[in-house]
Structures are given as structure tokens and as C-alpha cells.
């Protein structure tokens, strides 16, 4: 039993549609969290431990403030891709439309907290 078309098996479309573009979007989120990840790690350690003061004159530096705003928007970004494919696995119907809305709407909530404390700090 064949599933795919000629014409999708050429445009790289599986039934779905989007089996293509996710897998990109995810290796490309996964290729960016290898160097984001250890200088995530070394940033935050670096600043662990701190008064209030040594952390925000460590996070009002640029590079520590801009690896943490990076890291933090690839990291929650790529968590809600893989919370989404994992819904759309097992959850249906309007139970499935509606989980999907509230983690997409947590996932950027988070990153707007996330951005706007570091802004704090860093400003």
C-alpha cells in the first residue's frame, strides 16, 4: 500500500503536508542549540551565586545579556515544536485545537517574561 503520490514524493510532502518543514524547522532549532546550550551554561554559572548587583553589572555586558535572550527564545521555541508534534500525535479534535493554542500562547508567554526580565536587568 502506497500512501505518497508521485507528485508529493517529488515536492517532499507526506500526507500531512508539513512532515517536511517541521523536520527542517527542528534540525535547524537543534544544529542552533549545540553552541547555545554550553554558552548558555557558562553565562548562567557565571552569574549564579551573585549579589543582585554582580548580576546585573555581569547581564548590563552585552554578550552575557544577548546569549541568554538568544538561548531562551531557541530553547522554549524548539520545546513548543516538540510539545505540538507530540499533541497532534495523541490529542484530537477540538481538545487537540485548543491544547495546541494554550502551549503555543504559554511557550510565548514565557519568552515575553523571560526577555522582558532580562531587559530589566540588563538595562
Known sequence: M????DRKRVAGLGSGREGTHHH????????????????FVFVFDAALG???EDVVAYLSRPWPAIILAVSLVVIIVHLMREAH????????GAAGKLTL????????GLIAVG????ARMAL
Not at 493554542?101 to 510565548?108: D, Q, V
Open 24 to 39: 527542517w524547522q527542528m534540525m535547524v532549532s537543534s544544529v542552533l542549540l549545540v553552541p547555545l546550550v554550553p554558552l
Open 2 to 5: 502506497r500512501y505518497l503520490t
Open 101 to 108: 493554542i494554550a502551549t503555543s500562547a504559554f511557550a510565548y
Open 85 to 92: 508534534a507530540a499533541i497532534e500525535d495523541y490529542v484530537h
Open 115 to 118: 526577555l522582558f526580565a532580562l
Open 50 to 52: 551573585g549579589t543582585y
